[in-house]
């Protein structure tokens, strides 16, 4: 199955010419994506709660107000808040101001597909999401390009959410790369399996156990950490800027050879039997659901994971070991 992938040219900024966006939260992407709204033109409000980020928001020059007030005044509200908030948030101090002709938008489809919110018809429901950390989004777009991004319509109550939508990745820089042209099921679905089965679950994951068993076996602790998490920038590196090949050029022979032998014993085809059961879990709601009552309930196991990582060998060791390559003044 291949997408449209779209670009400037794809994009007119015109299409938000005296609408308002209202930024619904002002962490690492609501930032990113203000301020590049901003500098292209866009004018941006914030609505978020007193704290840090109010601040931060007020000190970056931004008219900042309640998520209510802000809701109420924009004609494209969109939501950045965190996926285990955004369902309360909504129906608490957003649903009263979506009204007809207003855009409802996001960066992640989590909320739509798992009906935490519910948006009325006559409105319209877009996803514009970076593919990239709220810092690398800005970073790119202050140096002149641009990180690539989705683009997706749930709703087209107007007949011109598309072009909405593809307006605000321009405005952010995210057309500059290359937009894809998605669905809200798919974004969601493959990012929540990215996140779990390769990026943050199996990732971290095969980076732990690597580290056990070289440390098990009575190798120093400092050695494994370099084998298993260190050098591991360094290889992803070399895929991202030119794939699997690519990083098998740079290698060595040795390293090659090891890699078709003994990769597919620890990755085996077990494995991949179990990712799809992680998928069929994010297609059918279930991992939502849990996820969903983890947060209602004081994330108490989240919290307990976050400690027993924090204390595993390797997070210490590994402290140790990036102090004594920290650049001193």
Not at 17 to 28: A, D, F, P, R
Not at 289 to 311: D, I, P
Request: proline content about 3%.
């Amino acid at each position: 199955m291949s997408v449209n992938i779209l670009h400037d040219k794809d994009a007119d900024l015109a299409h938000l010419k005296g609408l308002k966006v209202g930024i619904i939260g002002y962490g690492s992407q609501g930032r990113a994506q203000a301020l590049c709204m901003r500098d292209s033109g866009v004018e941006v409000i914030i609505g978020i709660r007193k704290g840090p980020s109010y601040n931060s928001a007020k000190e970056d020059g931004f008219s900042v107000m309640t998520v209510s007030e802000a809701a109420k005044e924009a004609d494209i509200i969109h939501i950045l808040l965190p996926d285990e908030i955004q369902g309360e948030v909504y129906k608490n101090e957003i649903a009263a101001h979506v009204k007809a002709g207003k855009t409802l938008s996001c960066s992640h489809g989590f909320n739509i597909i798992y009906k935490q919110i519910a948006p009325p018809a006559d409105v319209d429901v877009i996803m514009i999401a970076p593919k990239a950390p709220g810092t690398e989004v800005r970073k790119t777009f202050s140096n002149g390009f641009g990180v690539p991004g989705l683009v997706a319509v749930q709703q087209n109550a107007s007949g011109k959410a598309k072009e909405v939508a593809m307006a605000i990745a321009k405005a952010e820089g995210l057309t500059r790369a290359g937009v894809l042209e998605c669905t809200f099921e798919q974004e969601t679905y493959e990012d929540l399996f990215g996140e779990q089965a390769v990026l943050c679950g199996g990732t971290v994951q095969l980076i732990k156990y690597g580290f056990e068993v070289l440390t098990e076996a009575g190798y120093p602790p400092e050695m494994a950490y370099f084998e298993c998490l260190h050098e591991l920038k360094l290889i992803v590196d070399l895929i991202y800027e030119g794939g699997i090949q690519k990083m098998n050029e740079v290698i060595s022979n040795t390293a090659e050879w090891g890699e078709y032998v003994s990769g597919p014993k620890i990755v085996d085809a077990s494995a991949k039997e179990r990712m799809k059961e992680v998928l069929n879990a994010i297609e059918n709601g279930s991992f939502a659901a849990k996820w969903m009552e983890e947060a209602k309930t004081g994330k108490k196991n989240l919290l307990k994971h976050r400690e027993e990582l924090g204390n595993h060998s390797i997070e210490i060791v590994g402290k140790q070991i990036r102090s004594l390559f920290e650049k001193k003044n």
